[in-house]
């Protein structure tokens, strides 16, 4: 048989669907080989899914390859459990539409292939274990900020699931005693999320986040919401390192204020954190950018055949 592999990948956002075709041998040891790539907007779901899987079809046809499998990270909250008969759906999300989209079951049903299905961030946190600033690392957080916060945890080795999958961006931090925004997330108003989202620092100072210079107060606000939760997230998971991606989180210069402030919340009490500068880089950027959610979604599928 071939002694390599087709996967279709996609990222799947509230905002676009960022689409890959990758070739890869079938040991799952190398990084994927990128064959085509295209990006399209999130539309209704029957509209978008279509125009992936149409992609795809034509994607295989050029490279005279049949696709093996799928890899999809998805934005969630989305179902998990294999056992679950909503297995492969998205769940309760605010996106108009969205919520009990079938989005593994379509997939399957028109490729009939094998279909690997994980959060965005957890397939992002993936790619970072096996090609990027995670390699070596069995405990690590990666986190991303931008339209929505959420994150992946490894621990001991593995990606968490559990009860469902982590939702980083949803547990509430102690607000700055003269903060008065509200928080903008539909669930819980202040979560970290809706304090500390690209949308929620567009409604609190009224201004694109790029457009906010270096030095404006937001940016420290920002730094120390972050830290806060990171803080919450050392004392519970004790990570070997935070890696912190999104359109906001990779702003240059945020992952070194939030470094030095996470010190700083922590107070002095996990000794091998306790001092400024003493582990430089503990919060960075991940090695992989914004190709990491693409590349781990077709990780997800390559390690599906392997397995």
Known sequence: GRNDMTIAAIEAGGTKFVLGLYQAEASGCT???????????????????????????????????????????????????????????????????????????????????????????????????????????????????????????????????????????????????????????????????????GPAIAARWDSDPAAIPEGHAAWELEARYLARAIAAYVLVLSPEAILMGGGVGMRPGLAEKVCDLVGEELAGYIPALARPGKLPGYVSRPQLGSEAGLLGAAALGLRLCVE
């Open 31 to 197: 990084r994927p080989e990128q064959l085509a790539k295209a990006s399209i907007p999130t539309t209704t779901p029957s509209e978008t899914l279509a125009r992936a899987g149409d992609f795809f079809s034509e994607a295989a046809r050029q490279a005279g390859e049949p696709i093996d499998v799928f890899g999809i990270g998805s934005f969630g909250p989305v179902e998990l459990k294999p056992q679950s008969p909503e297995w492969g759906h998205i769940t309760a999300t605010p996106k108009p539409h969205w919520a009990g989209t079938d989005m593994a079951g379509y997939y399957h049903e028109r490729f009939n292939v094998p279909v690997a299905f994980d959060t965005d961030v957890n397939a992002a946190a993936y790619a970072e274990f096996l090609w990027g600033g995670a390699q070596g690392l069995s405990d690590f957080v990666y986190i991303t900020v931008g339209t929505g916060i959420g994150g992946g945890i490894f621990s001991g080795g593995n990606l968490v699931h559990g009860l469902s999958h982590p939702e980083l961006g949803h547990i509430r931090i102690a607000r700055e005693p003269d903060d008065p925004f509200l928080g903008i997330c539909p669930f819980h108003h202040d979560c970290l999320e809706g304090l500390a989202s």
